[in-house]
């Protein structure tokens, strides 16, 4: 699940990570109010007026803009708030803008010696272990730095069974050419880091940039959150924190009924039960010629009540020109899952595009003489090459 850049950092200060400090606003008058309460409290004249959308990339596209007085702060929120932005991560339609980050200026004027890095935190699947990137070209995108200057990227590999030794934490600062206070301070932040990254069971932390002010000061200036779905059920307060508007509105509507749905670009609806299998359907349709238009999974319990919400969320898809239904029966029964398809079918009245249904395993063959007697537009079949052949036909119209 991904989060906010001030939801983020409000966690990371949580276990001490020094960070730019900030106040979120969803209105031009509470983003004046909040940088008056940052001159009160920080006594920072300047603000930065941050976009919160869930992408990074964000000041390239206008996103991001420094206010050095009331008067710039109204003007750069009023720009920010409610523009459709588009930054690298976002796409060509962007992202609506709801909410702004209002941020203490951290770089001090007429500051000469301020210096950005970059620092991530995540799994290394392939490895089995958690990872410290880092590199001394912060404020930069890291995609570029690998491929331009890869030498200028570090890991630090954690083993999970003793965590984060300190000596690995003084490495990743000495790497970073930092000596003196900075060192001992940017020591503190990589352990705070970690430690926050690994009670939240998040799959990634990202700082870009890290700053080191000009006395010595190690900070966070952004943070980009990525927590476990898979672990939200230990962390209540976390799951609050869930911005549906960031997300697709047909995914939300999936997950309501406990689907689990991905939108694609393509033509072919799928309707399975099991990840695995999906990915096999997924790779028959595009044998068949076709392209799939999602992957959604309706678990191993499909009923009537999720095949009938299973067909509303695909059919919200325009470019869907059939609909390919592969479901194996073990824990649910194939006629079951049949009449849950006729009875969709008849109930939702507006479908308009050829469904292929293939079902196998406890009562395949009650199901079939279910679909084939329907009388209704649904072509049954036993294998996957059939399945795969009437994708190609009903395709071909």
């Known amino acids: 699940m991904n989060i906010h850049e001030y939801q983020g950092k409000a966690i990371l200060k949580s276990f001490g990570v020094r960070v730019q400090e900030g106040i979120v606003a969803e209105t031009t008058e509470q983003a004046i109010d909040a940088a008056k309460k940052l001159k009160e409290d920080f006594n920072s004249d300047w603000v930065v007026v941050k976009a919160q959308i869930h992408a990074g990339g964000r ?53 000469t010696e301020p210096k950005e890095y970059y620092m ?17 070209e912060g404020g930069m995108d890291i995609e570029h730095v690998a491929e331009t200057t890869p030498h200028l990227i ?43 990254y690994e009670a939240t069971d998040s799959s990634l932390f990202e700082i870009n940039p ?7 000061k190690i900070l966070a200036v952004d943070a980009k959150v990525n927590l476990d779905d898979n672990g939200l059920f230990r962390h209540k307060d976390y799951a609050e924190l869930r911005d549906v508007t960031e997300e697709d509105p047909t995914e939300v509507e999936a997950g309501k009924s406990n689907l689990n749905y991905v939108k694609l670009d393509g033509n072919v609806g799928c309707m399975v039960n099991g990840a695995g299998l999906a990915m096999a359907t997924m790779d028959i349709i595009k044998l068949a ?17 999720t095949v009938k919400a299973a067909f509303n969320i695909i059919l919200q898809d325009p470019n869907v020109k059939a609909i390919l239904i592969n479901i194996f029966g073990g824990i649910v029964r194939c006629d079951r ?15 308009h ?18 679909i084939d007697e329907s009388g209704l537009k649904v072509y049954s079949a036993i294998l996957l090459k059939e399945a795969a052949d009437l994708v190609t036909q009903v395709l071909k119209g």
């Open 289 to 305: 010629g076709g392209e799939p238009a999602n992957f959604l999974d309706v678990g191993g319990t499909a009923n009537a009540q």
């Open 337 to 351: 899952v049949a009449q849950g398809v006729i009875d969709a079918y008849k109930e939702l009245g507006n479908i």
């Open 59 to 111: 000041g390239k596209g206008g996103g991001v803009k420094l206010a050095k007085n009331l008067d710039e702060v109204k003007e750069r929120a009023s720009q920010i708030l409610g523009m459709q932005l588009v930054t690298p991560q976002t796409g060509p339609e962007g992202k609506k803008v709801n909410k702004v980050l209002v941020a203490q200026d951290v770089y001090y004027p007429g500051d």
């Open 353 to 370: 595009v050829p469904i292929i249904v293939r079902l196998q395993g406890t009562n395949a063959e009650e199901a079939k003489k279910l």
């Open 120 to 136: 991530s935190v995540l799994l290394d699947r392939a490895k089995g272990r958690n990872i410290i990137m880092y590199s001394t």
């Open 210 to 216: 890290v700053l080191k002010t000009s006395d010595n």
């Open 154 to 196: 570090f890991k630090e590999e954690i083993d999970p069974k003793v965590g984060l030794r300190p000596f690995q934490a003084s490495r990743i600062a000495f790497n970073l050419g930092l000596s003196g206070e900075a060192l001992k301070d940017m020591t503190r932040f990589v352990a705070s880091l970690y430690k926050a």
